[in-house]
């Protein structure tokens, strides 16, 4: 992925903001799906949101980006309350990419992408020279130029996740969430959104399975496993076997990356003495 001078219209203005959720509780039908759940993150910094599936991890960035009112506590961006933030207010400096997000669009990739410059726009203004010159950007940067005149319809579920997190990036937010971002994308793809997520110099709090991609890209680690958060710290002092048992409930080596320093994790799969093994 090669970020063009064109492409670079895409990253001015986007100032990084403080994102801070203090003491959030969501409750659905009597059960706590986040429990008093607090973190901040500083500007410009990536933060990677691990831990098992039901965790909580998808439910929080929902109460941040508003989909979801939480019980109790607030959601903090520069120390305003989301909740009481105009809607285009919000999205002009938070954007999100979000797994349920992924639905079938009746519309080319072009227009998909296009949606990211509502917030910047009256109602039912047209996209204008500075409009269009982001969408391409954005399109370029993803490398997904290519696709824009292709019915969303008809793309593989890589090409739908890699025009998404474009449409995210068209509203030029300052601070980004990101559930699961790497889902469905191959190898280089996956690698390419992090590094992009970096190069932005954005806020970001991103929800990861891949551990080892979290320990890779991320600035730090906040742990979630039951709807709580069990533990927040650098990659070294977060992914650590007695961590790992006690959350994922397995058996893990982890070891400084030969060629890069940063935590490896690697799952024992034959027990214990880990006859056998597999990376995350």
Request: net charge neutral.
């Amino acid at each position: 992925m090669t970020q063009t001078t064109a492409a670079a219209a895409v990253f001015t203005a986007m100032a990084p903001g403080t994102l801070a959720v203090e003491d959030v509780s969501v409750v659905v039908g009597g059960r706590a799906l986040v429990d008093r759940a607090s973190l901040r993150v500083a500007p410009g910094e990536v933060v990677g949101l691990v831990g098992p599936n039901g965790a909580g991890k998808s439910t929080l960035l929902r109460t941040v980006y508003r989909a979801l009112r939480p019980t109790s506590g607030r959601v903090l961006l520069d120390d305003e309350d989301v909740r009481r933030m105009p809607g285009r207010s919000l999205a002009r400096r938070l954007a999100a990419v979000l797994q349920e997000s992924a639905g079938d669009f009746d519309l080319s990739v072009y227009d998909v992408v296009a949606m990211g410059r509502t917030p910047h726009k009256r109602p039912f203004d047209g996209d204008d020279a500075d409009d269009r010159a982001v969408i391409t950007a954005a399109l370029d940067v993803l490398g997904a130029a290519d696709l824009a005149h292709t019915p969303f319809t008809r793309l593989s579920g890589g090409e739908k996740q890699r025009v998404l997190i474009a449409r995210a990036l068209a509203q030029r937010a300052g601070t980004m969430v990101l559930d699961e971002p790497t889902n469905h994308l191959d190898p280089r793809h996956q690698l390419d959104t992090l590094h992009l997520v970096r190069r932005l110099g954005v806020t970001a709090v991103v929800a990861l399975h891949d551990l080892n991609l979290a320990a890779a890209f991320c600035d730090r680690i906040c742990v979630m496993d039951g709807g709580r958060v069990v533990t927040t710290g650098t990659p070294a002092d977060v992914l650590t076997p007695e961590l790992l048992a006690d959350v994922y409930r397995v058996d893990a080596e982890v070891t400084g990356h030969p060629r890069t320093g940063v935590p490896h994790v690697t799952l024992l799969t034959g027990g214990p003495r880990g006859r056998g093994a597999s990376a995350v």
